[in-house]
């Protein structure tokens, strides 16, 4: 970008953090460099010769580097540049996509994409995957929101194959979670006459692969190897399960996705679930896809606070499927609030005082407040899990010691007191459910955060014989295909972390129970869908009940979690996604039973098994 005969007055390139420009001025330029940095809103001056500019700011204000005074002697890093050159041509895209007055802003039409696609290509497309692929081939760069279960990995490989055809597009990097490779190497093998040479990246990857597979945990150690394997050829950068790195610079994953970015031609994500948090996550997913313009367009159009304006104005960068258009049998969806015995009452109550006042004073130790709110979960459903703890297969932000109690304290002569024998009615409530749906020969797939929860349901409900996929599952495979194909097997126990991506249900379960949920919108909204996807039998009644505790933490995360749906609904423009912010309530099938029914319920039960 400079003529090498003439020393750099000003060099620009990348700071150590991914997000960030550093500005070096050559002796002499200091008070220049100063100058120019105070047009900069982010701008942090390290030294007099040394600037920091986040990338997406001096993208968006690039006219702003022509008031260097000496403009043929600035040198630029070669991968900043190309990022600057593409994103200005990405500026000009986005802006004529976002012109309502624009002639062009569908240039690609679902009726070529078999064109496009050519002879190689074998695998059958619905309309609305044609026109999910048109309308991706029409960006620069792409974001398909479409909802599990709508083929979002076919979708993502027809674009890639079109772009191979008429763009010279030669690699394909895919970073999703370990659940998805199956998916991919399927697709690969059953859309293209002529499969990618695709591989999941291991310790001794195939120079010649066309495709790697990675996943978020490995990629950010793996950063290096695949920048230079994506720069070495014209190559598509796809996130799958984009959502991960919702985090953005502030995240691992959101840190190695960004640092890859500029180093692909093309750039893609796919995700259901694109803001299951709220703005932030949607500014940090569009901000990976188009650097520079991507987030300023997301803050712009929600500035308002109209979020069905905001959806109109975005929604030409990115395509999605409805649950409306899968053309599915509907789901009903009800919470079913439980009260707590007056012992179990009284362990909450001690538990939130003790708490209340370590987090008015943490309220910026995330951690810390973490693990409140796990302990607050597990009291919420069974006061006997605080003196257990989590085990080491939870996912590492669930996990917490067993809580410890100081003596000569209420919470501590309560939890000495709890009675071992006296059930959550939580528990009691799973019982009832998967009993009745046992009675009518329907299979019933029960989501709990904690493992020990898991662990009691299974010996509650041994009658029914129930299959267990946690994190420590050795025989996760085994597990499932019990469940889909054993008729005595009426019951699938698992959280939501192991289980919530990357599988199929909807053949053999059309019932599902929510012991207890978290403040993870996106978690939610996946694990639902693994029993209400495309390919459901029409006609198919599909029930979800979300249980929940009176008075206690899972009404908060109840509200949090309609505050989120609410918003992603109307941010995608998607009345199933509004709906579920809305849950009808519904009387809990065991509030008039007593201790004793219960009791003779168990003993019904395990006579049936002697």
């Known amino acids: 970008m400079t003529n090498p005969a003439v020393s750099p007055s000003?060099?620009?390139?990348?700071?150590?953090?991914?997000?960030?420009?550093?500005?070096?001025?050559?002796?002499?330029?200091?008070?220049?460099?100063?100058?120019?940095?105070?047009?900069?809103?982010?701008?942090?001056?390290?030294?007099?010769?040394?600037?920091?500019?986040?990338?997406?700011?001096?993208?968006?204000?690039?006219?702003?580097?022509?008031?260097?005074p000496h403009p043929q002697s600035v040198a630029w890093d070669p991968q900043l540049a190309a990022v600057a050159t593409d994103s200005t041509a990405d500026a000009a895209s986005v802006a004529q996509r976002l012109d309502p007055a624009s002639e062009v802003a569908g240039p690609v039409q679902a009726s070529a994409v078999a064109?496009?696609?050519?002879?190689?290509?074998?695998g059958d497309l619905t309309p609305f995957q044609r026109r999910d692929v048109a309308r991706l081939l029409s960006l620069r760069h792409g974001a398909n929101f479409s909802v599990p279960g709508a083929g979002k990995t076919?979708?993502?490989?027809?674009?890639?194959?079109?772009?191979?055809?008429?763009?010279?597009?030669?690699?394909?990097?895919?970073?999703?979670?370990?659940?998805?490779?199956?998916?991919?190497l399927y697709e690969n093998s059953t859309c293209l006459d002529q499969p990618l040479r695709m591989e999941v990246l291991g310790g001794n990857p195939d120079p010649a692969a066309d495709a790697f597979i990675?996943?978020?945990?490995?990629?950010?150690?793996?950063?290096?190897?695949?920048?230079?394997?994506?720069?070495?050829?014209?190559?598509?950068?796809?996130?799958?399960?984009a959502h991960r790195m919702k985090l953005g610079a502030d995240g691992t994953y959101g840190s190695a996705c960004l640092a890859l970015g500029p180093r692909a031609r093309h750039r893609l994500i796919l995700t259901g679930t694109p803001a299951p948090n709220g703005v932030k996550d949607l500014e940090n997913l569009f901000g990976f896809v188009w650097p520079g313009h991507g987030r300023q367009k997301v803050v712009q159009a929600v500035a308002g606070g109209d979020l069905a304006k905001a959806s109109q104005v975005l929604r030409p960068l990115f395509t999605r499927t409805t649950k409306n258009e899968l053309g599915l049998p509907p789901v009903t969806t009800r919470l079913r609030t439980v009260a707590m015995p007056p012992l179990h009452q009284e362990v909450y109550d001690a538990l939130a005082g003790t708490f209340s006042a370590?987090?008015?004073?943490?309220?910026?130790?995330?951690?810390?407040?973490?693990?409140?709110?796990?302990?607050?979960?597990?009291?919420?459903?069974?006061?006997?899990?605080?003196?257990?703890?989590?085990?080491?297969?939870?996912?590492?932000?669930?996990?917490?010691?067993?809580?410890?109690?100081?003596q000569e304290t209420p919470l501590y002569d309560l939890m000495?007191?709890?009675?071992?024998?006296?059930?959550?009615?939580?528990?009691?409530?799973?019982?009832?459910?998967?009993?009745?749906?046992?009675?009518?020969?329907?299979?019933?797939?029960?989501?709990?955060?904690?493992?020990?929860?898991?662990?009691?349901?299974?010996?509650?409900?041994?009658?029914?014989?129930?299959?267990?996929?946690?994190?420590?599952?050795?025989?996760?495979?085994?597990?499932?295909?019990?469940?889909?194909?054993?008729?005595?097997?009426?019951?699938?126990?698992?959280?939501?972390?192991?289980?919530?991506?990357?599988?199929?249900?909807?053949?053999?379960?059309?019932?599902?129970?929510?012991?207890?949920?978290?403040?993870?919108?996106?978690?939610?909204?996946?694990?639902l869908d693994r029993i209400h996807r495309l390919g459901l039998?029409?006609?198919?009644?599909?029930?979800?009940?979300?249980?929940?505790?009176?008075?206690?933490?899972?009404?908060?995360?109840?509200?949090?979690?309609?505050?989120?749906?609410?918003?992603?609904?109307?941010?995608?423009?998607?009345?199933?996604?509004?709906?579920?912010?809305?849950?009808?309530?519904?009387?809990?099938?065991?509030?008039?039973?007593?201790?004793?029914?219960?009791?003779?319920?168990?003993?019904?039960?395990?006579?049936?098994?002697?």
């Open 214 to 241: 990675v996943n978020y945990e490995r990629l950010d150690k793996s950063v290096n190897q695949l920048g230079a394997w994506l720069t070495a050829r014209p190559s598509t950068l796809l996130l799958d399960e």
């Open 358 to 406: 370590r987090a008015a004073g943490s309220e910026g130790d995330f951690a810390a407040l973490g693990k409140i709110i796990v302990y607050m979960l597990m009291a919420a459903t069974s006061p006997a899990l605080l003196s257990v703890g989590t085990t080491r297969h939870e996912p590492l932000a669930y996990q917490v010691p067993p809580l410890q109690v100081p």
């Open 416 to 527: 000495h007191d709890l009675p071992s024998y006296e059930l959550s009615p939580k528990y009691r409530e799973v019982l009832a459910l998967v009993a009745a749906n046992a009675a009518m020969g329907r299979k019933t797939l029960v989501w709990s955060t904690f493992i020990r929860s898991l662990n009691t349901l299974e010996r509650m409900l041994a009658t029914f014989q129930p299959a267990v996929v946690h994190g420590g599952t050795a025989d996760r495979e085994q597990q499932i295909d019990r469940f889909r194909n054993d008729s005595d097997c009426m019951v699938l126990l698992s959280n939501p972390a192991t289980l919530g991506e990357g599988i199929s249900l909807h053949h053999d379960c059309h019932d599902a129970v929510y012991v207890d949920r978290d403040f993870a919108a996106g978690r939610f909204l996946q694990s």
């Open 537 to 610: 039998a029409p006609g198919t009644e599909t029930r979800v009940t979300v249980l929940a505790t009176e008075g206690t933490i899972d009404e908060v995360v109840a509200q949090r979690l309609s505050d989120k749906l609410q918003f992603m609904g109307r941010i995608l423009d998607d009345p199933a996604v509004h709906e579920l912010a809305d849950l009808e309530e519904e009387p809990s099938v065991v509030e008039n039973l007593d201790e004793r029914d219960i009791r003779a319920l168990l003993e019904h039960l395990r006579d049936r098994t002697a």
């Open 115 to 122: 064109d496009l696609l050519g002879p190689g290509w074998k």
């Open 10 to 68: 000003l060099t620009i390139g990348f700071s150590d953090s991914v997000t960030r420009a550093r500005l070096l001025a050559a002796p002499g330029f200091e008070d220049d460099l100063r100058g120019l940095g105070l047009r900069f809103r982010s701008s942090i001056q390290r030294s007099a010769g040394v600037i920091d500019i986040e990338v997406d700011d001096l993208l968006v204000n690039l006219l702003t580097l022509a008031s260097w």
């Open 154 to 184: 076919r979708v993502g490989l027809a674009v890639f194959h079109a772009l191979r055809r008429t763009q010279g597009m030669e690699r394909l990097l895919i970073v999703g979670p370990k659940s998805c490779y199956e998916s991919w």
